[in-house]
Each structure stands twice: as C-alpha cells, then as structure tokens.
C-alpha cells in the first residue's frame, strides 16, 4: 500500500466520524491520479462546475503555447467561464462579444490543425 492510499484510508475513517457527527460529506477518489476531492453540505452543481473549471483553466493558462490545442482549452474554458459565471442572469453584449472572439479563436485553431493535418 502507497503512502497516498495509507492517507486515502485515515481520510475515510476521518470522514466517517464527521458523518457519524451528522456533518454530511461527500468524497471523490481517483487513487491512480492521486486525487481526492471532499465537498461539503452545501456544495451545489455550479459551484462543482466552477472549481472544476479552474483546473481546466489552469492547465490551459499553464501550457500557453508549448502544445497545439492550448489555444482550443484556452478559449473553450473562458467561455464555460463567463456562462457559468452568469448562470443565473442575462449575458451582457460585451459578454456576447467575448464568445462570439472566442469561437473564431476556436475555427482559426482548428483551421491550422486541419491544414498541419495534410501538410
């Protein structure tokens, strides 16, 4: 047993005294990534959605332009972004504008893969 999957052990029992406490909780494993993730209560699908996305934007804001579909993450997370940003109320125009520049930030990357694809 890793030392990750020790620690992923105590965690649970952890966990369970807390739920035995009433709190409730609610734990995400994935051993073979090394990843944990533990949401409260009041954890709802958009706050999920959010935190999740802030590692998609990460990575994208991390590669810059040392791998070809950067640009493609890029500009697809800034979208998710600002809807999810506004879930519950009206896009602005300048919102609108900003997805409608990321689209065409996503056919002109697709464009140069498609024609890197029969160079």
């Not at 993450?73 to 900003?98: F, G, P, R, V």
């Amino acid at each position: 047993m890793t030392s990750f999957e020790e620690f992923h052990k105590s965690l649970l029992e952890l966990v369970k005294s807390f739920e035995e406490k009433k709190t409730q909780l609610k734990v995400e494993t994935d051993l073979e990534s090394n990843i944990i993730k533990i949401f409260g209560e009041n954890i709802d699908s958009l706050s999920r959605a959010k935190n999740g996305l802030e590692d998609v934007s990460e990575l994208a804001n991390t590669t810059a332009e040392h791998h070809p579909y950067w640009n493609l993450l890029y500009s697809c997370s800034q979208i998710s972004k600002t809807l999810l940003e506004k879930w519950n109320d009206d896009l602005s125009k300048d919102e609108l504008e900003e997805i409608e520049w990321s689209i065409k930030e996503l056919q002109h990357t697709c464009n140069k893969l498609k024609e890197q694809k029969t160079n």
